[in-house]
């Protein structure tokens, strides 16, 4: 083989090599850029919806989203302090301020007719309290005694245990709720809350 195959040889080679890698880095610009440009489109597309602050008589306040209605139902009875409706088409949130001669979250679900079977999901804390969380076939219950009083919080369960096909709106919706909830200095000098309407509705900016 002359010396002019060789170079002719090794100068085709040097092009095949030259062409692969040039091939090799451009695909892989490219997969880079497409994954982050991915990336952005995420997180452009959510949004958080803007929440009221709630405050009632009771001694009591917690965050809600805008978009739900707040209608208060307390019974007129002596050891009610207040029961509120939070409802949107689809579903509702039941906040219970109560009296109870339950001393653990654990013995009023056990004494409680409709939520007896309510398995324990997990543990939280409401306005500082310590609080259970539990869940039935169709509810989810956040709970927290102290001092006699009952503070329930409860909504739909998830979709796959037959809540509203929007179980993610609601689910964020309890959970705001429960990790704004906050005692106020709006109750009576024994200590426990004193009934009333609400006395403030805020929004907040996000």
């Not at 805008?66 to 139902?73: Q, T």
């Not at 169709?138 to 001092?147: F, H, M, Q, R």
Request: glycine share 10%.
């Amino acid at each position: 083989m002359s010396k002019k195959q060789i170079l002719i040889i090794l100068v085709v080679m040097g092009i095949i090599i030259l062409g692969g890698a040039t091939s090799y880095f451009l695909f892989k610009s490219k997969t880079g850029s497409q994954v982050k440009n991915t990336g952005q489109s995420d997180t452009s597309e959510k949004s958080t919806e803007a929440t009221l602050v709630y405050k009632d008589n009771a001694g009591f306040s917690f965050e809600y989203p805008k978009s739900i209605k707040v209608k208060d139902v307390t019974p007129n009875d002596d050891s009610s302090y207040s029961v509120l409706s939070l409802t949107k088409t689809g579903g509702e949130i039941k906040i219970t301020v109560i009296d109870t001669t339950a001393k653990t979250a654990d013995e009023w679900i056990k004494s409680t007719s409709g939520v007896k079977e309510a398995s324990l999901v997990g543990a939280t804390t409401l306005a500082g309290l310590s609080a259970k969380q539990y869940s039935t076939s169709s509810k989810l219950l956040t709970v927290a005694i102290d001092g006699g009083i009952l503070y329930l919080v409860e909504g739909p369960a998830s979709q796959s245990q037959g809540g509203p096909k929007d179980t993610g709106f609601w689910e964020d919706a309890q959970n705001k709720i429960a990790s704004t909830f906050s005692l106020t200095e709006s109750s009576n000098s024994s200590g426990t809350p004193s009934s009333g309407d609400v006395v403030e509705e805020e929004e907040v900016v996000q």
